[in-house]
């Protein structure tokens, strides 16, 4: 019997403009890899060159490969929105099979950065893979709070998933702020790109609310483990011989 083949995952975004226009955008992916099914274009502007504003220490610079293929999957929506305002109000749908998300009256650059974060991760930079497990889950509008909550507790069950497959684990979050650190240097790379090919700032400004989010990673793992212990105060409150009872 053939195993039968998972659909791909897919989110939906409707962005609707003050001016009654709508702009529609579906990332679909690979539901195995989580890699981002790119649609064929032959057209690609000299930003998206590897060798233009390329990250120091890019994974991808002895392989080849002639055009980041971030900066490629990017080029569409960046192309749509290079003449937005960041701070303009949109109203903004997002459709994926479980549910859909909506948000009214909210600046462009909050959407955009949740869809070209989406892409960024999955679009095949090595640097990136590390965060496609977060994609499978990904929670449109997610508060700084949120999003941190979810990225450490990503990290652990990697390294719980490491453990498993007989790896050394790193409980100590050291690798997360490493991960965290190089995605800093990335998006950094990244604005340098899209400022070549935006007139306006919507698009550079989503990237930069992506790259606060990557600064506030390794700040949290060195400074705030404080408010995590006080957050799962019922864990500290058993004795370390005993198990929580079963629910």
Known sequence: MTAEIPPQIFFKYTFEMPDAQTFEFEVALDPVTLTYQALDSSMHPEWTELSYHMCEGCMLAESGIRRCPVAVNLQDIVTTFSSHISYNLVDICIQTEERTYSKQQVSIQSGLSSILGIIMVTSGCPSLDFLRPMVRTHLP?????????????????AQYTRAKNGLEPDWTLEGLSQIYARIDQINISIVRRLQAATEQDASLNAVVILDSFAKMIPMTIDGSSKELDNLFWPYLAIPATDKPPHS
């Open 141 to 157: 509008f997610a508060s700084i709070n949120e999003s941190i909550y979810r990225a450490m507790s990503m990290y652990l069950l």
